[in-house]
T-cell receptor
Framework: DTGVSQNPRHKITKRGQNVTFRCDPISEHNRLYWYRQTLGQGPEFLTYFQNEAQLEKSRLLSDRFSAERPKGSFSTLEIQRTEQGDSAMYLC????????????FGSGTRLTVV | AQKVTQAQTEISVVEKEDVTLDCVYETRDTTYYLFWYKQPPSGELVFLIRRNSFDEQNEISGRYSWNFQKSTSSFNFTITASQVVDSAVYFCALESYNTDKLIFGTGTRLQVFP
C-alpha cells in the first residue's frame, strides 16, 4: 500500500469553471476526510465519510462544493463555478477509526483559480 | 470552543541548535487527542506523534521529544541538534473524542541554516 493518493497534484482553472479532485485512501481505512488549507494557515476540516456515508459537512463547504464516496473506496471533491477564494491546497486523509487510530494524509491538490 | 494556538510564526536556527515549538490548546472535553504533523515544502502532512489526554508521559523519539502538560494545556515539541532536513512547517492539532475532526493551529515555520 502506497498511502493516500491524490490527483491531480496541481490544478489551474479559470474562474467560473468546475473542477474535480480525486482521493484514493489506504485500502483498509473506512474513514476518509477532506481538509482545505489556505496560504499561511493550518488545514480546516471540510467533510468526512465513513464507508460511503457522508457523516459531517463543515459550514465552509458551500453549495458549490460536493463530495462523494460512491463505493466506500475513493472519493471525489467537486467545486462548481470556482471563485478566486477557492484557491487553496485540498488535503485528503484516511483513518481506520478516527483519533484513536490516527490519520494519514495525502500530498494534496493545489488549486489555483485565475 | 476548541482552539489550538501556535504563537511562534517562524523560527530560524543554525544547525545543531536545539529548538522548541510551542503549542497551547483549549477544550472543555476531558477526553481528547493531540497531534504534531510536519509539512515539508512538498505539501504532505507527515504524522509525528499522537497523545491522548490521559497519557501525560513525555515521549522521546530520536532527536524529537514532546512535553505534554495538562495543567498549562500545552503540548510542546523539541528538536535536539537540529538539522537542515528539519526545515518545514510544523502543525499542532487537537481532536475531541469521537468528533473525527482535527483542529489545527496556524503552524510554525522552522528554518534550519547550515
Amino acid at each position: 500500500d502506497t498511502g493516500v493518493s491524490q490527483n491531480p497534484r496541481h490544478k489551474i482553472t479559470k474562474r467560473g469553471q468546475n473542477v474535480t479532485f480525486r482521493c484514493d485512501p489506504i485500502s483498509e481505512h473506512n474513514r476518509l476526510y477532506w481538509y482545505r488549507q489556505t496560504l499561511g494557515q493550518g488545514p480546516e476540516f471540510l467533510t468526512y465519510f465513513q464507508n460511503e456515508a457522508q457523516l459531517e459537512k463543515s459550514r465552509l463547504l458551500s453549495d458549490r462544493f460536493s463530495a462523494e464516496r460512491p463505493k466506500g473506496s475513493f472519493s471525489t471533491l467537486e467545486i462548481q463555478r470556482t471563485e478566486q477564494g477557492d484557491s487553496a491546497m485540498y488535503l485528503c486523509a484516511s483513518s481506520e477509526g478516527g483519533g484513536n487510530y490516527g490519520y494519514t494524509f495525502g500530498s494534496g491538490t493545489r488549486l489555483t483559480v485565475v | 470552543a476548541q482552539k489550538v494556538t501556535q504563537a511562534q510564526t517562524e523560527i530560524s536556527v543554525v544547525e545543531k541548535e536545539d529548538v522548541t515549538l510551542d503549542c497551547v490548546y483549549e477544550t472543555r472535553d476531558t477526553t481528547y487527542y493531540l497531534f504534531w504533523y510536519k509539512q515539508p515544502p512538498s505539501g504532505e502532512l507527515v504524522f509525528l506523534i499522537r497523545r491522548n489526554s490521559f497519557d501525560e508521559q513525555n515521549e522521546i523519539s530520536g532527536r524529537y521529544s514532546w512535553n505534554f502538560q495538562k495543567s498549562t494545556s500545552s503540548f510542546n515539541f523539541t528538536i535536539t541538534a537540529s538539522q537542515v532536513v528539519d526545515s518545514a512547517v510544523y502543525f499542532c492539532a487537537l481532536e475531541s473524542y469521537n468528533t473525527d475532526k482535527l483542529i489545527f493551529g496556524t503552524g510554525t515555520r522552522l528554518q534550519v541554516f547550515p
